[in-house]
């Protein structure tokens, strides 16, 4: 009883004292995932169920110059104003505009391994992985490097661990391409959510989606450059040299459209770029490529309809989906047509038809809201 009453007491000082003096350290991750196993356990709408992806997906926007980096790390000098990269070894980091992606010169399946003990290593669980189309998704993660660093905390450490939570989730997504010239590329993109009260009285929350950190998915592909090969001090000069020569993300303008009853995402930029940055728009929100056909422009994609639910099933299920289940997805194409320095994306159905549908809009003003 004296052992229950002092703990009790213990406990009302330990929530006493935390409230006064606290500090948090923005800039450490320190992961802890919310699911306890290989299953998965959390899904926000838009989502698209994991599908296959193959080789013929080359992203475009190559390197346009590199000046290769040596151990003291100096910053390669871009040709353009858009592209340029930082390399060490057989890995380099390339910018365009505001998105980062590593490029490595091995096999896809020799990178697997490393890639996949990395994120484990980060305190991440998957939801979803598969080595032969190169794509892991992880479980919502806790970053605990955001809790509160107050006198009680430090001084107990995980004693009273379990009573501090953030109000943030996030996942991850890394994409594996294999390229024609033999190297692999990796992007990993990133989605948040946030948990925010409903009423002014501050009784009930719901978790909402939030805004991607580009900074975030960067310090990742930095780390794992790390995990790579490179040493700390040579990732840490490539970031600080990039930061350098880092110029206005000059990304093309993009707004939604209507043509003929159909609607349209422009795009202020040519074939190439707006291929590239449709397909990372895909991963960051949550759509799955089921196949790609850069030929013909195209992205064939299942689309689950957020309004569309069945009953929840799972505890997790609830709190992320708002109470249900997402329904079954249903298969759409993306289509990306260039003309010129202009580019324009629609939404066909299965038999490569325009689609006109409230899905479509959905679709196209995802992509637009996440470009812009």
Known sequence: MKQHTARL????????LSACTTTF???KIDYKSAGKSQTPSLEVPPDLTQLSQDSRYTVPGGVVSAAAMQANAQAAKPTSSNTATNAIGDVRIQRDGNQHWLVVSRPADKLWEPVRDFWLENG???VSEDRQLGILETDWAENRAKLPQDIIRKTLGKVFDSLYSTSERDKFRTRLERESDGTTHIYVTHRGMEEVYTSSQKDNTIWQPRA???ELETEFLRRMMVKLGV???QAAAVAKADRAAAVTAVNGGVRMDTVNGQPVLQIDEDFDRAWRRVGV???RTGFTVEDRDRSRGIYFVRYVDPNAKVEAKGFFSKIFSRGAEAAAPVKYQVQVK??????SVTVLNTQGQPETSANAQRIIRVLTDDLK
């Not at 007491?9 to 006493?16: E, K, N, Q, T, V």
């Not at 260039?338 to 580019?343: A, L, N, P």
């Open 9 to 16: 007491g213990l406990l009302s000082i330990a929530l006493g």
């Open 25 to 27: 350290q923005e800039t």
């Open 124 to 126: 991440f669980i998957f």
């Open 212 to 214: 991607r950190d580009p």
């Open 231 to 233: 040493s700390e001090e």
């Open 281 to 283: 728009a895909l991963d």
């Open 338 to 343: 260039g003309e010129g320095s202009k580019s």
